[in-house]
């Protein structure tokens, strides 16, 4: 079952009867040539930087490496983590001399419930969707709202969501880097195939960490796979790259820089738009001590011409805040996990 962000993406695509999408390959060829050079310049000032000695990297012992940080999610069983997710997005679609404009914001609670823990610190976790609340409005005309609280019958751009809603709808094994080992879906779906665990970068559950200790500075990726349709027969297979550097560590609170770029090339507008929606930039916040993730703020703003034709444009402008709300355990064993609004109202 989707996630609210994803079914509510399908509805406003359907409403703007045009494919949401975007990133053109110069766009994509200009961010993997800025990574790759911002790789080659931190290498070489690496091992041309002098120690207080005068000795360059090759020389310097262990005493002159720099301070390095585990990264890891912390499982406890009976465990449970909240978070609040506000989504808001513009799309802006212009062919055939038409325009339209589909303005949609969400809100959700969400939590995921960890059920066991194996030796190996992997976490057996249940996703549960508590309270959604969506409104979309189509060039100015009234706006379409639904409450899971409060509304009994959604309408019918937010169907898809109800049925999801105050249930488990999926159950996950993740390792402590956040990498999706297995998931099993609890609800039905009218889609055709539903994802699995090769599709852990489309559905972008936890944030993914490094498999290794890493320093203030020190970068490290994830490639993940998505398609594209070509034709009514063909589809193509495009390959993602999200880029994570570690940026500062303020106690037990470690900032991370995201940017995510296309690294397959694509020559054809109406492949570009079609994703639009999946090379976000932000800022992700971890705690170091507890082991969970605190805040996730990401935005774009993409534009592709020539989608559907010379004077086509598609235009997609979202930003998304996760926030941690609450982490309860139901063990005393697992103190290492307490309350999280200490000390987080100053972030929310």
């Given at each position: 079952?989707m ?14 009867a045009a494919?949401?999408?975007?990133f ?8 993997l ?44 069983p009976?465990?449970?983590v909240?978070?609040?997710v ?15 404009q ?14 066991s ?24 005309d ?12 959604p ?9 999801t809603i105050?249930k ?17 879906w ?32 020190e ?8 398609e ?7 589809r193509?297979t ?68 020539g989608?559907n034709g010379?004077?086509?444009?598609i235009r ?9 709300s609450e982490?309860?355990t139901t ?6 996990v307490?309350?999280?609004k200490e000390?987080?109202?100053?972030t929310?």
């Amino acid at each position: 079952m989707m996630s609210p962000d994803t079914v509510c993406s399908r509805r406003c695509r359907l409403m703007c009867a045009a494919v949401v999408a975007l990133f053109a390959t110069s766009e994509a060829s200009r961010l993997l040539a800025d990574d790759q050079t911002d790789d080659q310049t931190e290498a070489a000032q690496a091992d041309a930087k002098p120690t207080e000695t005068g000795a360059t990297k090759n020389d310097t012992t262990e005493t002159d490496a720099p301070k390095t940080y585990v990264l890891s999610y912390h499982f406890a069983p009976g465990s449970s983590v909240d978070y609040t997710v506000e989504n808001h997005s513009q799309i802006e679609v212009e062919q055939a001399g038409a325009e339209q404009q589909v303005d949609h914001s969400q809100t959700s609670h969400k939590h995921y419930r960890v059920v066991s823990v194996d030796e190996d610190g992997n976490g057996f976790l249940e996703l549960t969707i508590d309270r959604a609340q969506m409104q979309a409005t189509v060039d100015g005309d009234a706006p379409v709202t639904y409450d899971s609280q409060k509304d009994r019958q959604p309408p019918a751009q937010f169907i898809g969501i109800a049925g999801t809603i105050g249930k488990p709808h999926a159950r996950i094994t993740a390792s402590p880097a956040g990498e999706l080992l297995a998931i099993d879906w609890l609800v039905a779906s009218d889609q055709d195939a539903l994802p699995t665990k090769k599709d852990a970068g489309n559905l972008d559950i936890l944030v993914r960490l490094p498999e290794t200790p890493v320093a203030i500075g020190e970068k490290w990726k994830q490639r993940f796979k998505t398609e594209v349709t070509v034709n009514e027969k063909l589809r193509k297979t495009v390959t993602l790259l999200r880029t994570y550097r570690l940026v500062s560590v303020d106690g037990n609170r470690a900032t991370i820089e995201l940017r995510t770029s296309v690294i397959t090339p694509l020559h054809d507008p109406a492949q570009e738009a079609q994703l639009i929606q999946k090379t976000p930039s932000g800022t992700i916040e971890f705690d170091l001590d507890r082991g969970v993730l605190l805040s996730r703020s990401t935005k774009l703003d993409r534009e592709v011409v020539g989608f559907n034709g010379g004077k086509s444009r598609i235009r997609n402008q979202t930003t998304r805040s996760e926030r941690i709300s609450e982490v309860a355990t139901t063990t005393d064993e697992s103190s290492a996990v307490k309350t999280a609004k200490e000390g987080e109202s100053a972030t929310r």
